[in-house]
């Protein structure tokens, strides 16, 4: 089964790669991340996560994924707003993210463990390039909201791995 990532930071990686290889030598720091492709992409990601968190207060089945569900749309809400305040800031117009159309967990009885699941996949990847994003760039405006960040990502993931614990229980 192929299944398309939640919450994509597809083609940042290479971009990253390129910047972490501006670190080991000064003369190659413009290879760092522009600060607009990444609070683009930052963007994107909360809004998907948004959404993800309003299927799973409305599809999910238990208390523990319904109240998941409402815990990312306030953390993402919340991150989205710094992004776009940043963004404001730099003076930097950012794209509208497209509509969440990628594979979304199966609706029914299996829903809570396969939302859980992929978002335990989907935040460690994020939690992975936002580490890598934060220690490439050299924006210490965009390093300090990438930091503040990586916290609840963390929290997320771990949350959604305890869902996943207790619905292979039952």
Not at 33 to 57: D, F, R
Not at 88 to 106: G, N, R
Not at 153 to 160: F, G, I, N, P, R
Request: overall charge positive; aromatic content about 2%.
């Amino acid at each position: 089964m192929h299944r398309t990532r939640l919450c994509s930071w597809r083609g940042l990686g290479s971009l990253f790669g390129l910047a972490l290889l501006g670190l080991a030598t000064p003369a190659m720091a413009a290879d760092a991340p522009p600060t607009a492709e990444v609070l683009g992409k930052l963007h994107e990601s909360n809004q998907k996560e948004i959404a993800m968190g309003k299927m799973a207060q409305k599809s999910g089945k238990s208390k523990e994924v319904t109240s998941y569900g409402k815990m990312l749309v306030k953390d993402h809400s919340a991150a989205d707003k710094k992004v776009l305040a940043l963004a404001k800031q730099e003076k930097l117009e950012l794209p509208t993210p497209a509509a969440a159309k990628e594979d979304m967990p199966p609706m029914g009885a299996d829903f809570d463990a396969a939302f859980a699941k992929s978002m335990v996949d989907d935040h460690k990847k994020d939690i992975d390039e936002v580490t890598k994003a934060r220690d490439a760039t050299t924006d210490d405006k965009l390093k300090k909201l990438l930091a503040d960040m990586l916290p609840t990502l963390q929290k997320h993931e771990d949350t959604a791995q305890k869902i996943v614990d207790n619905t292979g229980k039952k």
